[in-house]
């Protein structure tokens, strides 16, 4: 009976035994992989979310487990990780939202401050009562009220609220809360003075990630933060096979839309259980994200934007009531989707640039934000000129051998030893390696060519003496830790087309700035501040970051790594009406150039193949380290 | 075999035999029961539809029927006659809308005329197709071309509109043709040119019918029209027994606007059909109502309308969309609920002001709109003001012993012969007499006070000497037709009770016109016109109105009847955008004064109980008339 079972926890692929009847709780804490708890597996708290791979290994789930799971999550898979006990050989999937230990998961970002101007005002009124020598309709009595002490002048009130007005200002003895959006329609009615309880979320919306804010709108502080993996991950993990799946039906479509609105009502819970903070008191939510998750989340046929010339239903921004959309704020309150730009660069660059601020200062700013598709911005106050690269998912690990999302055991830096060539990484949370996230991946790159393991064209070179150079199924790779030292106890390599991987994406990448910078008549050394915004992003080493070509060849210090910018642009537009109304003219000043429209693409992009460029003038600083030239 | 069959058809209570086997249309035509029928009987109309009281007696419900009849109608045993065979003794009820003959429902009223300028415009644009230099969003790209070609600066889309845009404007082609709401609205998108496609719906909500045009917004012309009764009859005949009802829940309060939705949805569909419109072509409708047909219509709480003071929750215009509401016009099409004056002077008094045009006129007018509730004004352009009087249904045959609606066998018009008592009657469509609708109530009461047989107070004359004059179950009754008169067979008579109800009808009715008169300092001989609105009012004898004094003395030919002005008003609103905002200003404008707030109010009422009026002064053309004096 006691024949040991073995568990083995994702992403990490780590690997322990257990006895039967242990849970999957303790089993971790004995292989340790960090599970989060509150309440020390007491099944009280419901924190410990896991995700179990097959079913029929584990035992049934219990009332208490249905008491903290959602049945979307029930459907799933999705177990307490206390409650869960093991009778078979089990793979677990331990979800972000569940890890503990160093984070890397950028919810944060560059926040620059705006003034405090919510759309969303509340006023605390004591009407006077109707009598039948004052017959004033519920409405017109409010309204009258409103103008008097606040001065608004043409007030409406929202429809559904306006069905229940009679009985709220009666129920409230006509001393209530109203709450006024956009300084023109009344949205909610409350008994009594809750004129403190005002409170905004900003979500973005990303391709991999939703990430929201609950923020006091009375103080414009962050509050509560919640994140998730964005679940329409099961129909395609990037936009064109989400867009693809959408295609084939409005059904579909309205599945994707459905899944987003979860996953932003799953990051809303989070934020306010974290906050203490009732999602009745959140009034408005402002929402970024890219064209494509824009699109999805309002119900917008995508088709188009995967065509040539790829244009978007809508650039300017979108106000919907949450309720429409399912979104669980007040049943009222309004939902502002932040406008975009065009077909590959969405709301979630209008963020960027409200963030960093390129928009209001002289300086000439880079703004890239790294992702699956990369945004590129060159410009400043008088004229800002963007365009969208291609730049694939390498840097978040996929698509590479041993790639793996920035998680606990991902090989986060590496340096490699000129001569012996021998390697030093670090991983997340120093746990045994599982596999390489992004950064590593530019740190290799970057050492391979110093240490002269690979060339200008990013080819190993066989000619050097190291046992870790090896071929495996005919093509060349490179051992970047041992079995030995590896948590799945298999060698962790990086491969001639894994390096092609990275070499395809910055090329895409650096042929977006190129071209930029060509059109705007502009070279490095005109660059005041280069912003570097994005998950990965906040990682990379930036030397190895120029070393490998990704970003041009400027002074380091002028490199600012702004994060999660698309999320601190919906809080602006959140706390901000300037910010809101800047956000607008931003969507339509800011200008959108086609790279695939450009007829000098193609030869860019063949010269960015090279690392770090076929043209080493334009990175003098790298020249001197390489230790081969053409 | 040839057992023969008795069919009763209601309101009228006339009977004829049938043979098992005959159809209620073939009984209907033997007895003289005027049923509606395009086809003759051959089951391809639709037009013949009646209500089977006992279903069991007819044959089962054919296919032919499902096709013509809604399931709601199946359910509420409609059946068509002409396909119904009666099997054993049966009660059929023929509904309004399919009785022939002179037909007794106001559905029409004056029209005033006004400016075309509807809400709603329709422009065909051909749009440039996007291109890799020209990657306008779909959205900005109509917005451009609307705004270079109808000048037209700041567009919105409606949301459901905006989800499906992407794909209409590549299935037109790009060649499309698009409606705008009220300038700033785009709510509709249609391949092709279909500008001279644009139809809107003007509705009137009574509390006992619900009256429906389709106009063609090209030319304001009616198309078609359609009504029916007000299926919320089944919760009470009268507003307040709706808003008993509604108060119970607001689920009862949901039943309530569903009835009323699906009310005006039949309306719809008969009026469209009579104008061979598609529903999908009409973007547009406006919505006239009483206060409490507006609450229910709308879905917001009715119950404080019943109680002092009285209050409505709103009072300005609506703007709902078709879809949110149920109502089966275009799916992006707007609903314009008219503003309303006070809880019990609705948007249908808005309609009676607009129509009759006294707002805008130097003469002093009197209006009265009769129905349930009469609502008064006393005005001109630069002033009115208005009260409701709880006149009660008694005009529309309700608490009438013999009393009836104004239908078929109704006897309209009445004369008694001086000293014999002899009494002259007209039926509609010259059938046999059924019973007393409300013009002949009027006759009868004046007709009695002429000849002695009532006195001031209305009280019958025992002393007369006639054999129509009895006493069944202890009241005094007068008989007006004798038993081998009647449809029948049955004596039909007026009582004391009956003259009880006219008198406490035309006393709150009066108080209205004497409070506003006083307060307004104005004596019958100022007022230059008096307006007499709503579906009784057309049928009435001036003089004998005066006479019984219902309205005030004035000389019978300032008198004006004006028909169903809430309807006219809502066409004026459909196709007037001046109309919309005079509607709006008038909603403000019109003061309105609570009678049971009036400190005369009662010392009014008790003289407004005599025939025509304690105070004889008031009506010296009637005065040499009357054969008694106090």
């Keep these: 009976m006691e024949k040991p079972i073995t568990v083995t926890f994702e992403p990490e692929g780590r690997r322990g035994r257990a006895a039967t009847g242990t849970s999957i709780f303790q089993a971790a804490r004995e292989v340790g992989v960090g599970i989060r708890s509150e309440c020390a597996g007491e099944g009280t708290c419901g924190k410990c979310k896991v995700i179990v791979k097959n079913k029929n290994a584990a035992n049934e789930v219990t009332d208490i487990e249905r008491e903290h799971l959602s049945s979307r999550e029930i459907n799933s898979d999705y177990r307490l990780a206390c409650r869960t006990i093991v009778k078979q050989n089990i793979t677990v999937m331990v979800p972000e939202e569940t890890r503990i230990g160093k984070r890397k998961i950028q919810i944060t970002g560059l926040e620059r401050p705006v003034p405090l101007n919510p759309s969303v005002k509340k006023f605390h009124v004591v009407l006077p ?77 990303g391709t991999s990630k939703i990430v929201g804010y609950v923020v006091d709108l009375m103080t414009g502080q962050t509050v509560g933060v919640g994140f998730i993996e964005n679940p329409q991950i099961m129909h395609g993990e990037d936009v ?26 799953d990051v809303l819970h989070e934020a306010c259980t974290q906050a203490s903070a ?10 970024a994200g890219n064209t494509a998750m824009h699109h999805f989340l309002l119900g917008i046929q995508p088709k188009h934007l995967a065509f040539s010339p790829y244009t978007p239903a809508v650039r300017k921004s979108i106000e919907v009531k949450a309720e429409k959309l399912g979104i669980k704020i007040n049943r009222n309150g309004n939902v502002h989707v932040l406008p975009v730009i065009a077909g590959f660069v969405g709301a979630d660059a209008v963020g960027d640039v ?5 928009h209001e200062s002289a300086e000439l700013s880079l703004l890239l934000d790294i992702g699956t598709n990369t945004e590129a911005f060159v410009g400043n106050a008088d004229d800002i000129l963007s365009c969208s690269c291609a730049s694939g998912p390498a840097f978040e690990g996929a698509h590479i ?33 599982v596999g390489l996230c992004g950064s590593a991946m530019v740190d290799i790159v970057a050492e391979m060519l110093k240490s002269g393991i690979i060339n200008h064209h990013g080819r190993l070179n066989s000619d050097i003496e190291t046992s870790r150079l090896k071929t495996v199924d005919k093509v060349p790779e ?56 994005g998950a990965f992003g906040n990682y990379i080493n930036p030397e190895n970051a120029k070393f490998i070509g990704l970003v041009p060849d400027v002074p380091t210090e002028k490199i600012e790594f702004v994060g999660n910018t698309a999320i601190t642009g919906a809080k602006m537009v959140l706390v901000s009406r300037e910010a809101r109304e800047t956000a607008e003219a931003l969507s339509k000043r800011i200008r959108y150039l086609e790279l695939a429209a450009d007829p000098s693409f193609s030869s860019e992009f063949s010269q960015a193949l090279f690392f770090p460029h076929r043209d080493l003038d334009r990175f ?10 053409r």
Tied chains: 1, 2.
């Design 620 to 629: 003098p600083s790298v020249r001197k380290y390489l230790k081969f030239e």
């Design 401 to 433: 051998k041993h790639g793996m999302k920035a998680v606990t055991g991902a090989i986060e830096k590496v340096r490699i030893i000129p001569d012996t060539y021998e390697v030093e990484y670090e991983t997340i949370d120093d746990m045994k390696p």
């Design 240 to 265: 064109i096979s989400r867009i693809t799946f959408a295609m084939g039906s409005n059904e579909k479509l309205r599945v994707l839309q459905k899944l987003a609105v979860e996953g932003i009502n």
């Design 478 to 533: 490179f051992v970047l830790a041992w079995e030995n030292e590896t948590a799945t106890e298999k060698e962790i390599t990086v491969t001639q087309k894994d390096i092609g991987e990275i070499q395809l994406a910055k090329a895409a990448m650096f042929t977006g700035c190129s071209i930029l910078m060509k059109r705007k008549n502009v070279k490095k050394e005109n660059f005041d501040r280069v912003f570097i915004a």
């Design 278 to 287: 009732d999602p009745n008191n959140i009034y408005e939510a402002t929402i």
């Design 354 to 358: 409200l963030s960093s601020g390129i």
């Design 129 to 205: 009562k109707p009598t039948l020598s004052d017959v004033r309709p519920d409405f017109e009595r409010l309204r009258d009220s409103l103008k008097k002490e606040q001065g608004y002048k043409k007030l409406r009130v929202n429809y559904e609220l306006l069905k229940e007005l009679p009985d709220i200002l009666r129920n409230a003895n006509w001393d209530l809360t109203v709450t006024i959006w956009s300084d023109h329609v009344i949205i909610a009615a409350e008994a009594g003075d809750t004129s403190n309880k005002l409170l905004g979320l900003a979500i973005d919306v």
